[in-house]
């Protein structure tokens, strides 16, 4: 199945433009890179994934489950974050707000909930979910170790408006919603 880049743009500008998913760039993910950029490259390599290994996958639940996948909406490196082993915690938050906000559909609550299998031992239900999971294990590698990683993808949304680029000290050029 071929890569649609308007498809997948399209699918993700419809949540990016909600002021609470902007929001995520307010929190650091890992390394030097916000839960937002963090959410929209997992949604986009998952979305890629299916498209190259040619799956039977609701793309556009895939997409949205992949950029709601960590929306629990604070720095769990913070001690204000709520009680709990945050690894454990955070997909059931993220989920919560999901249904909350957009009503999120049982695929997106399922990629949303088991996201961090095998961690949390209760396995995905459906192929989008295991996507997402694999998506998510890849970009967070990549995040800690190839901070670079992200980009390409930034540069697309920073061109069609979607986010913008700071300067950031040391001259590098950071990102934000
Ligand atoms: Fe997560
Ligand atoms: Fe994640």
């Known amino acids: 199945m071929e890569i649609n880049n308007l498809y997948l743009v399209r699918e993700l500008s419809i949540l990016l433009m909600d002021e609470n ?25 998952a979305y890629r994934m299916a498209c190259r290994w040619n799956l ?18 604070y720095d769990w490196h913070s001690e204000d974050r709520p009680r709990g082993h945050h690894g454990f915690m955070h997909p ?13 559909n049982e695929i997106e ?3 949303i909930h088991r996201h961090m299998w095998p ?15 694999l998506a998510d294990k890849w970009c967070t590698l990549q995040e800690v170790f190839n901070p670079n990683h992200n980009q390409k993808t930034l540069e697309i949304f920073c061109a069609i408006g979607i986010i913008q680029t700071v300067p950031e000290a040391g001259g590098s050029i950071g990102y934000r919603a």
């Open 109 to 111: 609550q399922d990629i």
């Open 56 to 73: 039977n996958v609701d793309l556009s639940s895939l997409i949205r489950g992949g950029l709601l996948h960590d929306y629990f909406l």
């Open 21 to 45: 998913v902007r929001a995520m760039a307010n929190y650091r993910q890992h390394g030097n890179t916000d839960t937002l950029t963090h959410c929209i490259s997992v949604a986009v390599v």
């Open 119 to 133: 961690m949390t031992v209760i396995p995905p239900r459906h192929l989008e979910s295991y996507l997402v999971c």
């Open 92 to 104: 059931g938050i993220a989920r919560k707000n999901a249904v909350r906000d957009f009503d999120a």
